[in-house]
């Protein structure tokens, strides 16, 4: 599953809310004819995959409505193309040819670099109907999708969908890093993830974890989409949907505070129990293994270890010991989640990164770096900047945490090398400053390198 999901498009954002039909005032008889068009095209440029499918699916949606039935057969589909590109009665029509392009080299998946020649393919489907005059700039605009050239005036209106497909193209060709996280449990991972993601998509209640490996994936654009890849394929996931997923491929934009240079890949393994009174010992034994077997075998660049202030790293000597033996120790990196529960000041953060950084020292690790975070507390900050609501309870508590950040004891910015730190703001934007305050900046750049945006 992990081998494919990077190839058949599962990965690229499309944001049919900006399309430029979206708000457009349409007939729907031109709506209909539109995505039998789109239909008729891409079903002839690319075999029939379920991801396919699934976009088309999306776009017949958008355009005439999940309950609208198309009643055309296979001849008036393919006669939809010149219908919609040819009409010299409504020469206001003309763009739909650069939306149609757009459309379908967006849908069809640049796999094995043949994306290209599908948009060749469609292109001449669309260019067969067109006069010679129209035919230059048409050419025109399949160069301007696979360059980065300034987008000429003419192509304005698909400006959206041009920039769209160029961000998916640039993204697929950039190196995937994958970066495994594991813990015992209740050490917070999954509001980790949450927080570095920015979104509430992996469950973060004791009793709904599971004995699954989970994938999840950054998409170039935020399109308001959660991509869920389990069993067969859903491109419009629900968060019951990813409530209830087992093992799976997630994928989702990333709302991260340093931008990546490389596509990422989160692989969330099951939390670990190893304490003795277990309340169910063949699910826990079963995550152990799921674990294992991933840190065993499973292509990674990094190993995030989340330890956890209230319980301590005292639980989890047996998983230490087996990262230990088992992992590059250039991969591993420790972080102690869970400071916005302190309730004091400096001394306490201080002794428990002490204390866990001798835990660490005893079990082998020399000289061990453990870095500092409060993901309950970042996750919310995130999204708080992407003007998400928050109820009453969460918003009690980013008040309060507010507060709490906002004094010198509690900024684990200190407890960062100056490098991870450098961007930090030094006035204006309170939340931004936050981010640099519960450590999400700071480890994000230990993660992902480069700068802030």
Not at 36 to 57: G, K
Not at 316 to 324: Q, R
Not at 376 to 405: A, C, G, V
């Amino acid at each position: 599953m992990i081998d494919d999901v990077t190839k058949n498009g599962f990965i690229t954002s499309i944001n049919t809310n900006t399309h430029p039909l979206a708000k457009a005032r349409m007939m729907q008889k031109t709506r209909l004819l539109y995505f039998a068009a789109l239909e008729s095209i891409v079903c002839s440029c690319a075999p029939d995959t379920e991801y396919l499918n699934a976009r088309l699916s999306q776009y017949r949606d958008f355009l005439v409505g999940k309950e609208t039935k198309i009643p055309l057969t296979d001849a008036s589909r393919n006669d939809a193309v010149k219908m919609l590109v040819n009409d010299s009665f409504m020469p206001w029509k003309r763009k739909y040819r650069f939306f149609l392009l757009c459309d379908a080299a967006l849908i069809i998946p640049d796999k094995d670099k043949m994306g290209r020649a599908a948009a060749e393919k469609a292109y001449d489907m669309i260019e067969k109907h067109l006069s010679a005059g129209k035919k230059e700039k048409f050419h025109e605009l399949l160069e301007i999708l696979y360059n980065d050239d300034a987008i000429p005036p003419v192509f304005e209106c698909a400006e959206n969908l041009i920039t769209q497909f160029r961000e998916n193209r640039n993204f697929a060709e950039q190196k995937e890093i994958r970066i495994m996280v594991t813990a015992t449990m209740s050490t917070g991972k999954s509001m980790l993830i949450n927080a570095l993601i920015g979104k509430h998509v992996t469950r973060t209640a004791v009793d709904s974890c599971t004995t699954n490996l989970c994938f999840l994936y950054n998409k170039p654009l935020e399109d308001d989409r959660f991509h869920l890849s389990e069993s067969s394929i859903n491109l419009n996931a629900t968060s019951e949907d990813l409530a209830n997923a087992g093992k799976c491929s997630i994928a989702s934009y990333f709302r991260t505070l340093v931008r990546p240079q490389f596509r990422i890949c989160l692989i969330d393994t099951p939390g670990v129990n190893l304490a003795e009174n277990q309340s169910s010992e063949r699910v826990t034994l079963k995550a152990i293994e799921e674990t294992r077997k991933a840190i065993r075998g499973k292509k990674y660049d990094k190993l995030l270890y989340v330890l956890s202030v209230p319980t301590g790293p005292t639980d989890e000597k047996d998983h230490l010991e087996y990262v230990y033996k088992n992992v590059p120790k250039k991969k591993v990196i420790f972080v102690l989640n869970q400071l916005d529960r302190c309730d004091n000041i400096t001394s306490l953060i201080s002794e428990s990164i002490d204390k866990a950084k001798i835990h660490l020292q005893n079990i082998g690790f020399k000289n061990p770096v453990i870095w500092p975070m409060a993901a309950q507390f970042s996750l919310l900050l995130k999204r708080k900047q992407s003007n998400e609501n928050l109820n009453s309870n969460e918003q009690d508590e980013f008040d309060l945490k507010l507060k709490m950040f906002n004094t010198p004891e509690y900024d684990l910015s200190a407890y960062y090398d100056k490098a991870f730190v450098a961007d930090k703001p030094q006035s204006g934007d309170k939340l931004l400053d936050m981010c640099f305050a519960t450590g999400l900046h700071g480890l994000e750049a230990i993660l992902y390198g480069g700068t802030g945006k």
